[in-house]
DNA sequence: TTGGAAACTGCCCGGGTGGGCAGGCGTCAA
DNA sequence: TTGACGCCTGCCCACCCGGGCAGTTTCCAA
């Protein structure tokens, strides 16, 4: 073979705004190592959008011990688990789930690492 | 290149495999019109992971049922509320609940959404 | 110095959750 | 016909969850 370091890449490009879209793909089609993956194909890596609406900036203002315990609850932890993972009590625990769920306006656990990941504060 | 027809784009790299991010990072270093992200910055695109761990292309099997409650689930709904908004009895949602933390492998509801979410059964 | 915010702990309690048990029905393929 | 499967229902029970109450400490800014 013609000795290839590594595969080329295959890139999706999942953007909803047709004209970033295309700029995109026009300046990775010149990328060596880089290829765009076909419509439907399985990719590797993909492009995606991060930014919200432009007017929705609504950066939940989390403290950091809010942020450990999203983390964990994300993962399913209860509370006894995050108690334990964090070396708090239990009372704690709630505490910040509790300031949690009024924060990112949920009705229950399930409800704010939902919020949470729609809103971009977490990454599932 | 006499002007600059619109800004660089921001671009930042979310992904875990620290190989592969770094390959990513110095492929786009040298593309013109666009420029990585500094840690913290807000970036407009981000590249993703998109692969599921290469052997786990596991296309979760989920009876029609089980998708209607699982999609109530990540609304936060309880098993009462799911009973109602389905038209059957709080034992039969906790029966669907059931399964379907069996069939994602999860510990709770909580963990059933975000296990869901991440291997694209459902959309947040 | 005073105040506020963050983090922490405790107790109580109604309701939700998850697991186990034991069934019912209709459909569809072997 | 017999089985498997999806969907449905019921009861019991230990445990968890969320909300309310009240209190502590530390640290930082006004």
Do not use: W, Y
């Amino acid at each position: 073979m013609s000795e290839e370091t590594s595969p080329p890449l295959v890139i999706a490009i999942d953007v909803s705004d047709p004209a970033l879209a295309d700029r995109l793909a026009s300046l990775l089609a010149g990328v060596a190592g880089v290829r765009l993956a076909a419509p439907g194909e399985t990719a590797s890596i993909a492009l995606v959008s991060r930014d919200q609406p432009a007017g929705e900036r609504s950066e939940i203002e989390l403290t950091p011990r809010e942020r450990d315990v999203l983390a964990l609850m994300a993962e399913g932890a209860s509370n006894k688990a995050i108690a334990r993972q964090l070396g708090i009590s239990v009372h704690t625990a709630k505490f910040h789930v509790s300031s949690l769920l009024d924060k990112l306006d949920a009705t229950g656990r399930t409800d704010a690492v939902a919020h949470a990941a729609r809103r971009g504060v977490i990454h599932l």
